[in-house]
């Protein structure tokens, strides 16, 4: 139902910055919450960061606090995260998703490839 595209990845030396973005359909974008999630080879999934629909609050993992900042441009249906201060260990696959408040994280998209080098 909801479709998500993610784009920005790219190969990047420690120490630089990347700004994903994730495109969204839907005329209903700014009442889902939105999430970043990455995957690097061999490992889990894990959360990076959420912003609520109407942007006001945000969350992030202990390991990219204060590095990384996630966005929302409701009127291009658009999240985006922000990384500066990247390290090897950021090296993932990103993926964008989206789900109604207080419900599971429900629609992704098909990720985004992202490989810091040292």
């Known amino acids: 139902q909801v479709q998500l595209v993610e784009s920005g990845g790219g190969l990047v030396q420690a120490g630089g910055s990347l700004r994903l973005s994730c495109a969204a359909s839907?005329?209903?974008?700014?009442?889902?919450?939105t999430g970043w999630f990455r995957q690097a080879p061999g490992k889990e999934r894990e959360f990076v960061a959420r912003?609520?629909?109407?942007?006001?609050?945000?969350d992030y993992a202990d390991s990219v606090k204060g590095r990384f900042t996630i966005s929302r441009d409701n009127a291009k249906n658009t999240v985006y995260l922000q990384m500066n201060s990247l390290k090897p260990e950021d090296t993932a696959r990103y993926y964008c998703?989206?789900?109604?408040?207080?419900?599971?994280?429900?629609?992704w998209g098909q990720g985004t490839q992202v490989t810091v080098s040292s």
């Open positions: 912003i609520t629909g109407s942007g006001g609050n945000t």
């Open positions: 998703a989206a789900g109604l408040p207080y419900t599971r994280f429900e629609y």
């Open positions: 839907g005329r209903t974008f700014s009442r889902y919450v």
